[in-house]
């Protein structure tokens, strides 16, 4: 190894999760700040969220001396060499950062790969150094998405045009790596369009042909870029068909699925719908949150591949999220996008005037003023 890495105390470790679950930085922030990996960060939140009920459970120490015992008897029946039982023995309940710092590139008795193994350390971890997103990445991120923004239909190929254009030398590859991250991909008709789960079921489209004239007869809900100005977010929102109100919405620092279920809870605490609506994100197609949407005997609708206008008026609502609130501030903090992307919420569903409505606020129809219904092509 060629410089010491640093190694974080459960403490330290704790702190960085809890930083992570309150959503205060970016991800690319928290990397930023403490030269770990954001794939460790999501790592150590999920393990402090999942570690929390067993800080109360009067179990926990006798299942910590269960877990020794175990692996002392294991030994004993395999009969391992003594060498490694006795260096094992001496590292064990270490944390992933002391786990690293514990191997001996010196040993003799016991190589590098074999100490990893005994670790159960990915050998390759002792070599990382954690970096956070570079600058360009971020600014190329933020033109990608005003220009995807304007014309979705827009593909890697026709951006590395338009980026090489605005005098920015990039190749495909990075852009395609790029998309993914900011969860976006051109609309048009073609194999693979959603990026899913191929182990998570999928449901038919259910709105083709369908009459929408009443509110709560259609929920759908998407996720969205929100550029930072070091940095970015993800919004998920849920949006009445008929009315156009937007009934919930969140903002994260990443497209985990908790974040989704949240907002889907809070919508669920509000009322029903009778068919609920969203692409074949892995979000959305997640057990977890299928569940709870059929639970409540709701029916699930899931966008068609290639057809992502399926989900045309959510689509409508990122365009008017952006144009009237995103790009009109240098939003630098999640702190503030929670602020202006709320403020500009209330006033889409209090004050925004639609002409398919009427020239009503969705607030005004989806509290029970007559509405055109909507017959889906």
């Not at 690293?100 to 790969?113: F, G, H, I, Q, W």
């Not at 030398?169 to 194999?191: D, F, S, W």
């Not at 509110?215 to 009445?240: E, H, K, M, N, P």
């Amino acid at each position: 190894m060629t410089g010491k890495r640093k190694s974080y105390s459960g403490a330290e470790k704790g702190k960085i999760a809890l930083e992570a679950v309150k959503g205060a930085l970016t991800q690319n922030e928290l990397t930023s700040k403490y030269k770990v990996h954001s794939t460790q960060i999501s790592t150590w939140k999920k393990q402090l969220l999942a570690g929390v009920p067993d800080i109360f459970s009067d179990k926990r120490r006798g299942k910590e001396n269960a877990q020794e015992s175990l692996v002392d008897e294991l030994y004993e029946q395999i009969g391992r060499l003594t060498v490694e039982r006795d260096w094992l023995k001496k590292n064990l309940n270490c944390s992933a950062a002391k786990l690293r710092k514990l191997v001996d590139n010196d040993s003799k008795a016991l190589s590098v790969r074999r100490q990893c193994e005994l670790l159960s350390l990915p050998r390759s971890s002792l070599y990382y150094e954690a970096v956070c997103m570079d600058s360009l990445s971020i600014e190329l991120m933020h033109l990608i998405d005003e220009e995807y923004t304007r014309h979705p239909f827009i593909g890697t190929r026709r951006m590395v045009v338009y980026l090489h254009l605005q005098g920015y030398t990039v190749n495909r590859n990075r852009l395609q790596r790029l998309y993914k991250l900011m969860g976006i991909e051109a609309i048009y008709p073609k194999k693979n369009l959603s990026k899913r789960n191929v182990a998570h079921k999928v449901y038919p489209y259910l709105l083709r042909g369908l009459l929408i004239n009443q509110v709560d007869q259609v929920w759908s809900t998407d996720i969205t870029y929100i550029r930072l100005s070091g940095g970015f977010v993800y919004l998920v929102a849920i949006i009445d068909w008929f009315s156009r109100y937007v009934i919930a919405w969140s903002i994260s620092t990443t497209m985990e699925v908790d974040f989704c279920i949240e907002t889907l809870n809070v919508a669920l605490a509000t009322g029903s719908c009778e068919i609920f609506n969203s692409d074949q994100g892995s979000q959305f197609t997640s057990p977890k949150f299928t569940a709870i949407i059929l639970a409540k005997n709701i029916q699930l609708s899931m966008d068609g591949k290639g057809r992502a206008l399926d989900n045309i008026f959510i689509e409508r609502l990122w365009r008017s999220v952006k144009y009237e609130c995103v790009y009109l501030r240098n939003l630098t903090t999640v702190a503030e996008a929670n602020k202006y992307i709320g403020e500009y919420f209330v006033y889409y569903n209090q004050e925004r005037n639609h002409q398919s409505l009427g020239y009503k606020t969705p607030a005004q129809v989806y509290a029970g003023e007559s509405a055109q219904g909507i017959m889906i092509a």
